[in-house]
Nanobody, 122 residues
Framework: QVQLEESGGGVVQPGGSLKLSCAAS????????MGWYRRVAGNSRELVAV???????RYSPSAQGRFTLSRDSLIRTIDLQMNNLKPEDTGVYYC????????????????WGQGTQVTVSL
């Protein structure tokens, strides 16, 4: 079994900072990619930032310049440092990973965390 455990989130004033963390555990052969998505204002889930096994990281336009995604070498843990938060960043943030479990014949599967609430408000 593979699990994604999220931590962080909470309530912060506009201009403040929060850090989200996600850790992958279980029977993992390799992590191909891991990142954060969010659902804000009743919209569909949207990409915030993602890092891939090759080392590159991609950000959404709204996250670029304000958020920083860091990772360990095997992408077992990622951190999303969110600075200069705005009210429109309010929403539920989900960790997502594409993982090849051990014994899966090199076939990858997509996994999601349970979600963590981020609220930016005065």
């Amino acid at each position: 079994q593979v699990q994604l455990e999220e931590s962080g989130g909470g309530v912060v004033q506009p201009g403040g900072s929060l850090k989200l963390s996600c850790a992958a555990s279980g029977s993992i052969f390799t992590v191909k990619a891991m990142g954060w998505y969010r659902r804000v204002a009743g919209n569909s889930r949207e990409l915030v930032a993602v890092t891939v096994k090759g080392g590159s990281t991609r950000y959404s336009p709204s996250a670029q310049g304000r958020f920083t995604l860091s990772r360990d070498s095997l992408i077992r843990t990622i951190d999303l440092q969110m600075n200069n938060l705005k009210p429109e960043d309010t929403g539920v943030y989900y960790c997502n990973a594409e993982i090849i479990p051990r014994g899966a014949n090199l076939e990858s599967s997509e996994f999601w965390g349970q979600g963590t609430q981020v609220t930016v408000s005065l």
